[in-house]
């Protein structure tokens, strides 16, 4: 290639480089007008919007000032001793949220009841209005759960037998009286006549219940009031349920309880010193008399004691269990069963086991409802929990009742 050919094609090569960047310049101009355009839209969207944030920003850092003002005041402020006033939201916080799931509770009871295994009947509903608020700047330490005081410990279905019904009730024949005349006989003279008098007894089906009512708010806020709720409410339905196995009186809608059918204390001492303890090994002699073998002694904690620190005419204790590690309580090879489901100064002696039986239709169950009058418009939870059973007193001279007082007073005569 020659130098002219050389020297066209650089020039060439030059105008398109000056005509490339001509462009570029000019599409550059372009962007930034339209990059001018948008923000100067965003800015005329957003721009109120950043105002009000600035001007909420401003409100709540004045009410966080006031707020520490108010909780340094309450620092100052000596409650009980010393002792700070902890919110009652805090002092439950360990367990709600296990319960009710990333969801939470009120989604929870929208989709579904809960149920499982009672505060007795509440006339008040259980809202937040009663609760304490704390913001504190320094914190306690805070126990989880919620403290209350023990359930009893022993039930009176635990020494009877039990079942289970499909039935509005259970019937049973009865042995209630018996004519025997059974004797040796001559050959050939008549045979000696026995009479059975039976008769069906029907023991109906009856049901336990109770409510109370919270709002959602203490439910979603209170942690640890469910799993509360799911302890102390079944707990205080076996408490009635208690009553009723050993005093229903069989009227109405009530059971007919142990101690309604069994047989009254008869004294067989005849001794002119006798104690708790001698009544109650005479009980049982009742009981072995119609051929049953007592499987429990059932005393108040109260009894127990006089029991327990009982002495002799020197001072002496007689009973050496009060010296003893705790444990059960035997008398005559019997335990002896110390439970508050008995009221004070009475005894029950009798075979347990062979004597009675509970029989379940339906146990225990707790649910949780929007559903009920006006809960929804009220934001309030309705928990109720019912059960229901029967019970059958099979042989009622397998039970020997009576009270202290009177069989002292039998004792000494």
Not at 79 to 94: I, T
Not at 265 to 293: F, G, H, M, P, T
Not at 355 to 365: E, I
């Amino acid at each position: 290639m020659d130098e002219k050919e050389l020297k066209k094609l650089e020039d060439s090569l030059k105008a398109l480089g000056e005509t490339i960047d001509a462009k570029l310049k000019e599409q550059a101009k372009e962007y930034k007008a339209a990059s001018d355009e948008v923000k100067a839209a965003f800015k005329a969207e957003m721009e109120p919007e950043l105002k009000k944030y600035s001007d909420l920003s401003e409100k709540i850092a004045k009410m966080q000032g006031q707020l520490d003002s108010i909780d340094t005041k309450f620092q100052r402020v000596d409650l009980a001793g010393g002792a700070k006033v902890e919110s009652f939201k805090d002092a439950v916080k360990a367990e709600l949220e296990k319960f009710a799931g990333k969801e939470g509770l009120r989604n929870e009871l929208r989709s579904k009841r809960r149920s499982g295994e009672i505060m007795l009947k509440t006339v008040e509903d259980m809202t937040q209005a009663n609760s304490f608020e704390s913001t504190a700047v320094v914190r306690a330490d805070k126990v989880p759960g919620i403290v209350f005081d023990p359930d009893r410990r022993e039930r009176v279905r635990d020494l009877i037998a039990q079942g289970t019904t499909t039935s509005n009730a259970v019937t049973y024949v009865q042995e209630y009286a018996y004519d025997d005349s059974t004797d040796v006989t001559t050959e050939g003279a008549e045979y000696k006549q026995s009479a059975f008098d039976l008769k069906l007894i029907s023991a109906t089906v009856r049901k336990i219940t109770a409510y109370i009512l919270l709002s959602e708010e203490m439910l979603d806020d209170v942690e640890g009031l469910t799993s509360y709720i799911s302890s102390r409410l079944p707990s205080k339905l076996k408490v009635k349920e208690d009553y009723q196995l050993l005093y229903g009186s069989g009227s109405g809608i009530n059971l007919s309880g142990i101690t309604t059918n069994a047989t009254a204390y008869v004294d067989n001492l005849a001794d002119d010193d006798i104690s708790r303890v001698d009544v109650l090994v005479d009980a049982a002699r009742q009981c072995r008399d119609d051929e049953y073998q007592a499987t429990a002694m059932l005393i108040h904690p109260t009894d127990a004691t006089l029991i327990k620190l009982t002495k002799d005419d020197n001072g002496n204790y007689i009973h050496p269990w009060i010296f003893m590690p705790s444990g059960q309580i035997t008398l005559d090879g019997i335990p002896v069963v110390v439970t508050t489901a008995i009221t004070a100064g009475q005894f029950l002696v009798g075979d347990f086991k062979l004597g009675a039986q509970v029989f379940d239709r339906k146990q225990a169950s707790l649910e949780m409802s929007y559903e009920n009058e006006d809960n929804f418009i009220k934001g309030m939870v309705t928990v109720r929990i019912a059960e229901r059973l029967t019970l059958c007193v099979y042989r009622p001279k397998a039970f020997i009742y009576g009270t202290f007082s009177a069989a002292l007073a039998q004792g000494t005569a």
